[in-house]
């Protein structure tokens, strides 16, 4: 038997098709798991360690005075003590939700699209820097991911196949679990059943047993997020007010494209392009061959367009309330429209080159992630705290981006300079507005910010440097200030 006879009798045996695919899940997952196992966090992440160490009352407090919504915090925070309150917890909850994400690929998802289009969506999800840079973090972007998915999926089979209860069911669920992640996942819901309807409509198929059931889901989902909508409507509100830091449109688009495309921590324009070939050599099959999801692949792209240029439009004449990660949640869609393009090739020597170039960006984002999760700069200074910080110490914080440090080391009160207390999760502190408020400390005071700054930039004292340790792309530096003039 030829090779090529070999390769399609074992790719036509559904019991094959199915080792296959959860074999490259399983390499994947495990490739995955390490990033998992640190404490390393940067910024927003320590953000969420933050949130998730309050009650749930004090999270939605928290949240509605910020600019997320409360489900993902939720359920980080049942994973940080499910793993005996370590940081690591709310790694796994994000893992755990691209397993999820990988079982809607191997089973239901294949079941509707067959075993090429699957063994694709999951190869290139291993592959795709947004999966890379969210894959294991402690934020809501995977979690966004995969319940909005779940919409799409269900929302496909609403307007296709015949009504069944259970999945409206599933797509009511899912698409309350999407609003209440994310608001601009929401808003990407929104789209699904705005199409979702037209589809209904023009199919005419079960026409009004599927109106009803429509109308009924989308009352629904609107009165789960009615409670909400008003902390979303202040949210905006607030972010106008205290936000005046001005961009153009092209830098939103730029964050866009390395969201998708590139490492976050080392945004590169070929990765970019490379992704972009791909794209393109896509949709030049699709319509080549004349797919028959080129209608799908179509509301992919007004939506991810509509969506971003609201975004855009909104952060440019009112206030910054966009990045690219926002819409991340649509990145499955993007690989569907690849593997539907991907899936009209006759010539099968065009994948190895069409994986090589998605490999490659690949291959350096995860480098990046080992490199920045197995970074041995909280350990320099929490090394340095435990040897030199003393109870009645305090510890001020110069920068917005530097105070999530607090969250590895809060036996010490500690002073946040330039955040308001309104939103503010981190425990054991306040926020540093007045000379004055160091006076009730008994010890020293110890000041940390960025290594090109000292604290003669906002506080008129005497200091000393008294260490300084390197974390991702950051070189911090410890004062012990004194003489506060």
Not at 144 to 153: G, K, L, P, Q
Not at 225 to 247: C, D, H, I, M, R
Not at 257 to 275: C, G, M, R
Not at 452 to 481: A, M, T
Request: aromatic content about 20%; overall charge neutral.
């Amino acid at each position: 038997m030829k090779l090529n006879e070999k390769i399609d009798s074992i790719l036509k045996d559904e019991k094959k098709q199915n080792i296959i695919l959860w074999i490259c899940i399983a390499v994947i997952m495990l490739l995955w798991l390490p990033l998992a196992l640190t404490k390393n966090l940067a910024y927003d992440q320590g953000y969420t360690i933050a949130m998730v160490r309050h009650s749930f009352g004090d999270i939605i407090r928290l949240c509605s005075n910020d600019v997320h919504s409360p489900l993902y915090y939720f359920i980080a925070k049942i994973f940080y003590h499910l793993f005996f309150n370590h940081i690591f917890g709310t790694k796994i909850c994000s893992l755990f939700f691209c397993g999820i994400y990988f079982w809607l690929l191997a089973i239901p998802f294949k079941k509707e699209f067959g075993f090429k289009m699957s063994l694709i969506m999951i190869l290139l999800s291993g592959l795709l820097p947004t999966f890379l840079t969210h894959n294991t973090e402690p934020r809501m972007y995977i979690m966004s991911i995969v319940s909005f998915s779940a919409v799409c999926f269900l929302g496909y089979k609403l307007a296709k196949d015949k009504f069944k209860v259970i999945n409206a069911v599933f797509f009511f669920v899912a698409s309350a679990f999407s609003t209440y992640i994310h608001t601009y996942t929401m808003l990407c819901t929104v789209f699904v059943y705005v199409f979702l309807l037209i589809a209904v409509i023009v199919r005419k198929e079960e026409l009004k047993k599927k109106l009803i059931w429509y109308f009924i889901n989308a009352l629904a989902v609107s009165l789960c997020y009615l409670p909400w909508l008003f902390s979303l409507v202040s949210q905006f509100g607030k972010k106008a007010e205290g936000v005046n830091t001005e961009y153009d449109s092209m830098y939103f688009v730029k964050d866009i494209l390395y969201e998708f495309f590139s490492s976050i921590t080392y945004p590169k324009n070929w990765q970019v392009w490379l992704w972009l070939g791909i794209i393109f050599i896509s949709l030049v099959f699709l319509l080549v061959y004349k797919s028959k999801y080129i209608k799908y692949v179509s509301l992919t792209f007004i939506m991810f367009f509509a969506v971003s240029f609201i975004g855009i439009f909104l952060s440019v004449k009112n206030s910054p309330c966009f990045l690219g990660r926002y819409v991340s949640c649509i990145a499955p869609l993007i690989l569907f429209a690849i593997a539907a393009g991907l899936n009209e090739i006759k010539m099968n020597i065009l994948y190895p080159f069409i994986f090589l170039m998605a490999f490659i960006p690949g291959a350096l984002v995860y480098r990046d992630r080992v490199r920045y999760e197995y970074e041995k700069g909280i350990d320099d200074y929490l090394a340095y705290a435990e040897s030199n910080f003393k109870p009645d110490d305090a510890i001020l914080y110069a920068d917005l981006h530097n105070n999530y440090l607090s969250v590895y080391y809060d036996e010490n009160y500690s002073f946040i300079y330039a955040f308001e207390d309104d939103f503010n999760p981190f425990e054991n502190d306040e926020t540093f507005t007045a000379k004055e408020q160091l006076d009730k400390i008994a010890g020293d005071v110890y000041l940390i910010c960025f290594d090109n700054k000292n604290p003669g930039w906002f506080l008129e004292c005497d200091y000393d440097k008294v260490y300084g340790f390197h974390f991702l792309y950051y070189d911090f530096s410890i004062y012990r200030i004194y003489n506060v003039k």
